[in-house]
């Protein structure tokens, strides 16, 4: 075995310690911006256009690479500046000019080189690792530490083992796995090789007699630093090529890993791992006990063996169904939804936080895992991985939490997605144009949309959802944070591309906004329907009764107003009546059949009694309207179960 300098060697493991740690906390850092885009959905809503995964990740290694070149030379040039005795810039009486012409001034170039192959190698590998995060903090911290320390003990065990035992070909092999699969160990290795290589070599070339003492002494070492030198391992060219096979390597296994996650919705995260804590989303999956002749009906229609064909419904769903299992327990947050959207229809899906609306919506984009059940959008299969991506660059998806990118204005960001789209140049001038206007963005498009208020981030980002005209438009809460004039700004918006043929799903709280926009909607509660039809038709239906209001006049003594109330139940003691509200001098009560009873309530009745009791008690005046769908919508959901899983 070739031997070099002792002082080289523990010198070059210090050198290497240290360097090796910078390298990867620089490169480690880079992976912050990729885990934000998969928490803020960016990822998904960019995927959705037909951007495929290798352009994906080779824009961000692309722009990645240039920031190492740019990051790591600096740290080069330190050494240079500080007069390092291996990476500095030699002055000429420190050449061994005489017995090795290539040898050069500037040796922090090489420093440099292996920082930059190191980082392009690196880069991959941590992408691939920060799939499993979902805090960039976490990314950050948790792929610089193991990889330093993974490392840092290999290339310490192989050390001492080889001095050790010199004869044993288990630290051979360890090295051998370690050049072949881990970047910063050839890092390492490759500064303490060009660190004894280099006292070596000035130790001997000195002169002829030096060179003819090391050689007696079996002192090896390379004139030329990157030497691809297998028989003494004193240069390092081995070690460039082994960075430039990683870098290689390593992107065509995280190509391949997300394909693979794409096209079978293989959804994994360390999280879900090692803690499988609760899913902050659905019901806790129990049945209901009766289901709706409606939402029978819907069943029915969509699960016809002939339905699909003799159908031309955009988007499909049958018996779909979404189950977490958890640590705690198992959470069916979606459970045997059946529907089907024609083209050009705005339907409305309602229903409390935890309801299982986003859950829903995450599968219909093809972001979560659909557990079982099919689903069908412009007659491609979400489900069928060959179609899975044909039927994602049909949808246009606003999601829950702002899919934007900081850093861009908001033309930028438009502009940005009109091309992941395809759009010709005139169409993408166009098409950004419009929605700047038609949503009152045109005054903020030159500002970066990371400073914009809610409002207008909320805007963008259904703005970037309707680029391209898709098929259909899932809207998750689109009006949140806006205020009144923006929130009818978007109403206009959602109409106008509605009237072009897009499908809208839309998931709201605001039933003022699905009364003006839905010509069908249904409620969710426990990760099931509890109703489907048109606005008017669920009115009709669960909104059997009336809201009356009666002002009394100032006058109107306690005691008055006691015998009031007690006269309203007794004339109309046919209906369940009850007392809402009471402020000042109004009354406020609701007036329904008893459960379980299809009587009609009667007008006529209503008025003629309460046109007695108005001359009775000199009443200012009263009013009668039909029950609102805010009401209709609290009545269903007062079944909403909380989550009773146990803390384990």
Same mark, same amino acid.
């Given at each position: ?163 050790? #035992? ?117 019901? #806790? ?67 409390? #936080? ?295």
């Amino acid at each position: 075995m070739s031997s070099n300098s002792a002082n080289g060697e523990n010198g070059g493991q210090n050198y290497a310690g240290d360097l090796t740690f910078m390298v990867c906390l620089i490169v480690s850092l880079f992976v912050k911006y990729k885990v934000n885009e998969d928490i803020l959905k960016a990822k998904h809503v960019q995927s959705l256009t037909g951007m495929s995964t290798v352009t994906y990740w080779l824009s961000f290694y692309v722009v990645d690479i240039c920031k190492c070149a740019v990051f790591f030379l600096p740290a080069a040039l330190t050494f240079a500046i500080m007069g390092d005795t291996v990476f500095s810039i030699r002055d000429s009486a420190a050449l061994a000019v005489e017995t090795n012409s290539g040898d050069i001034q500037h040796a922090w170039l090489y420093l440099y080189l292996y920082f930059f192959l190191t980082c392009v190698s690196c880069l991959p590998l941590f992408y691939l690792y920060s799939l499993l995060f979902t805090t960039a903090a976490t990314a950050v911290i948790t792929i610089m530490m193991t990889t330093f320390f993974a490392s840092n003990i290999w290339f310490t065990t192989v050390l001492i083992w080889r001095q050790v #035992n010199a004869t044993s070909p288990t630290p051979d092999t360890m090295h051998t796995i370690a050049r072949w699969t881990m970047p910063p160990y050839v890092f390492s290795d490759m500064i303490l090789t060009h660190y004894g290589n280099n006292e070596s070599k000035y130790l001997c070339l000195v002169d002829s007699y030096s060179e003819k003492m090391c050689k007696d002494a079996q002192v090896n070492f390379s004139k030329n630093y990157l030497a691809v030198d297998y028989d003494d391992s004193m240069g390092v060219g081995e070690h460039c090529w082994d960075l430039v096979f990683q870098a290689v390597m390593w992107f065509l296994v995280l190509v391949s890993v997300e394909s693979l996650r794409k096209r079978v919705s293989f959804n994994f995260s360390l999280r879900n791992l090692i803690f499988k804590n609760k899913v902050a989303t659905g019901g #806790n999956g129990q049945l209901l006990t009766e289901i709706d002749a409606d939402v029978e009906a819907e069943d029915r229609r969509v699960n016809s063996s002939t339905y699909l064909q003799d159908n031309n419904d955009v988007l499909v769903t049958r018996n779909l169904e979404k189950v977490y299992n958890t640590r705690t327990g198992t959470l069916v947050a979606v459970n045997g939804l059946n529907l089907g959207i024609k083209a050009g229809q705005c339907f409305g899906l309602l229903g409390v #936080n935890g309801a299982g609306k986003t859950t829903a919506f995450k599968m219909l984009t093809g972001d979560e895992t659909i557990t079982s059940g099919e689903c069908y959008v412009n007659g491609y299969s979400l489900r069928n991985p060959a179609e899975k991506a044909k039927a994602q660059q049909s949808v246009g998806y606003c999601p829950q939490f702002d899919a934007l990118i900081g850093e861009l204005t908001g033309k930028e960001t438009l502009d940005f997605y009109c091309n992941l789209r395809g759009l010709k140049d005139a169409d993408r001038i166009s098409s950004v144009d419009t929605l700047l206007k038609i949503l009152d963005l045109d005054i903020y498009k030159t500002k970066q949309c990371g400073i914009y208020s809610g409002g207008n981030k909320r805007k963008l980002s259904v703005a970037l959802a309707m680029i391209g005209d898709p098929k259909i438009l899932f809207l998750d809460e689109p009006s949140t944070g806006m205020d009144p004039g923006a929130r009818h700004a978007l109403w206009n918006a959602i109409m106008e591309i509605q009237a072009k043929g897009t499908s809208v799903i839309l998931t709201s709280h605001s039933m003022e906004e699905c009364e003006a926009l839905c010509s069908r909607l249904a409620i969710m509660v426990n990760g099931q329907f509890q109703c489907i039809g048109a606005v008017q038709h669920l009115r009709s239906r669960f909104g059997r009764g009336y809201t009356l209001e009666v002002e009394v006049g100032e006058k109107i003594t306690n005691a008055q107003k006691i015998k009031l109330r007690s006269d309203l139940k007794v004339n109309l003691k046919q209906y369940v009546v009850v007392l809402k509200e009471e402020n000042m001098n109004t009354l406020v009560y609701d007036i329904s059949v008893e459960e379980g009873k299809n009587d009609v309530i009667s007008l006529e009745l209503l008025f003629d009694k309460l046109e007695q009791i108005k001359s009775r008690y000199h009443l200012e005046n009263y009013s009668i309207r039909q029950r609102t769908l805010e009401e209709m919508f609290l009545n269903f959901t007062k079944s909403q179960r909380t989550d009773e899983r146990k803390e384990g």
